[in-house]
């Protein structure tokens, strides 16, 4: 199949590019190649590009910035989607959108389904929001595949940020009520190859399985990595200032992947994977 990879130099679509181009004739764009904010230069190379998907991984991903600048946000990560939208349903292409838990408020008590209402409570979730609209309206064949709490190998991650802070011997404080699912890249790109060659088209949660906090998130991290005398302060969120109010209850339950036979291992498993690959996974 010809595929275009939006965002292919970002952390996912970098995968996506490595790991489709095995099996399929992968065309890897980034914001180097066009901005998705221009619509005609957008909609034109998709179209001369001749795709028969479409998986667009670009966005705004910095949620502190789209809560200071919530038009930019928009622009980028809501029209900046209409656009390859409008330009894949032109190049008669399907298309997949990687779209985030952020578009549930998080004030529920239990993991979000697939088919819940959403409520998104901050800029990034809302333009994520409008990203998934504008694909329900524009692209006839479409997936929209949520994720949350992505790390990968490479690049900014919460796995490396923890560690680091454990090797510099600082002081690690950690919101204990901010609550959702870790997933790991390489998991999250698997299940994308699988899920695209089934053309059951329609809305997924694709996490690691499991829940937890980011406290027990961090506390995982350094027990296995080694650092168990290594302690870590739990705070609340307000005591965590940051332009972004990011929902405090957003896990999401992967109910319609599952049912095709597409599951991810759950986080543990999954962060152990990612400290063995990077060497460092603690001797038991
Ligand atoms: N990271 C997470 O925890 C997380 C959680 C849930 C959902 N998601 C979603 O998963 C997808 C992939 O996330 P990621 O973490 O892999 O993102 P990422 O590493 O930030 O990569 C996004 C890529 O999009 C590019 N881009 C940004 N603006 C663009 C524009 N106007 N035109 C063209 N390209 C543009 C970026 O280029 P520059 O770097 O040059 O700006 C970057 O290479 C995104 O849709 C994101 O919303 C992520």
């Keep these: 199949m010809r ?23 992968v065309i890897g764009v980034d914001l180097a190649d066009f901005d998705i904010t221009d619509f005609q230069v957008t909609r034109g190379f998709i179209v001369d590009a ?7 991984a670009a966005a705004w991903t910095d949620v502190d910035g789209c809560a200071r600048e919530p038009d930019k946000a928009l622009l980028m990560n809501g029209y900046g989607t209409q656009h390859v939208a409008l330009g894949a349903a032109v190049a008669g292409a399907a298309m997949l959108y990687v779209s985030s838990n952020e578009v549930f408020d998080g004030k529920r008590p239990h993991a979000y389904r697939e088919y819940d209402p959403t409520s998104p409570a901050n800029p990034y979730g809302y333009s ?33 940020a923890i560690l680091n802070a454990a090797q ?5 404080r950690v919101v204990v009520d901010e609550v959702a699912n870790p997933t790991y890249t390489n998991d999250l790109a698997a299940a994308i190859t699988q899920l695209i060659a089934t053309e059951r088209y329609g809305l997924y949660h694709f996490v690691n399985e499991g829940i937890c906090s980011r406290y027990v998130f961090a506390r995982y991290i350094l027990d296995r990595a080694g650092y168990t005398d290594t302690p870590i302060t739990p705070i609340a969120s307000a005591e965590w200032q940051r332009a972004s109010t990011p929902p405090p209850y957003s896990p999401l339950a992967n109910t319609a992947g599952r049912a095709l036979g597409i599951h991810l291992r759950t986080w543990q498993a999954a962060v152990d994977a990612f400290l063995d690959t990077e060497d460092l996974l603690a001797k038991r």
Aim: no cysteine; net charge positive; glycine share 10%.
């Design 3 to 25: 595929i275009l990879i939006t965002g292919a130099a970002g952390r996912l679509g970098s995968l996506l590019v490595a790991r489709l181009q095995e099996n399929h004739d």
């Design 50 to 56: 001749a795709p028969e998907l479409v998986i667009h």
């Design 128 to 160: 994520k929001w409008v990203g998934e609209q504008v694909v329900m309206r524009h692209a006839a064949r479409h997936y929209i595949v949520r994720t949350a709490w992505l790390f990968a190998h490479g690049g900014k991650n919460f796995i490396q």
């Design 168 to 172: 510099a011997g600082k002081t690690i």
